[in-house]
Nanobody, 115 residues
Framework: QVQLVESGGGLVQAGGSLRVSCVAS????????VGWYRQTPGKQRELVAR???????DYADSVRGRFTISRDNAKNTVGLQMNSLKPEDTGVYYC?????????WGQGTQVTVSS
């Protein structure tokens, strides 16, 4: 069974940092790109950062320079280091893998940034 499990969310003050992680199981993790998305009430889920199987990264304009995505294929893990957090970064953060057989989502982890 393919599964993605996020962790590491929490409450932080504006300007602070958090790291969220996503662990994959049941999948040949290293061959897939992985994305981090976030969703806030009333808005569509948006792509925050993405890392390819080869390690190339891409970021939404709103987080570029503040967030860093990384992967550890030996541990089937993708991390998202979030620095200089802003209240508008608040949301549920999901990791995502798109395979030939469908798209896999984790259950999400809540990140709340207080002003």
């Amino acid at each position: 069974q393919v599964q993605l499990v996020e962790s590491g969310g929490g409450l932080v003050q504006a300007g602070g940092s958090l790291r969220v992680s996503c662990v994959a199981s049941g999948i040949m993790f290293r061959i897939y790109a992985v994305g981090w998305y976030r969703q806030t009430p009333g808005k569509q889920r948006e792509l925050v950062a993405r890392i390819s199987s080869g390690g190339s990264t891409d970021y939404a304009d709103s987080v570029r320079g503040r967030f860093t995505i990384s992967r550890d294929n030996a541990k089937n893990t993708v991390g998202l280091q979030m620095n200089s957090l802003k209240p508008e970064d608040t949301g549920v953060y999901y990791c995502n893998i798109a395979t030939g057989g469908g798209t896999i989502w984790g259950q999400g982890t809540q990140v709340t940034v207080s002003s």
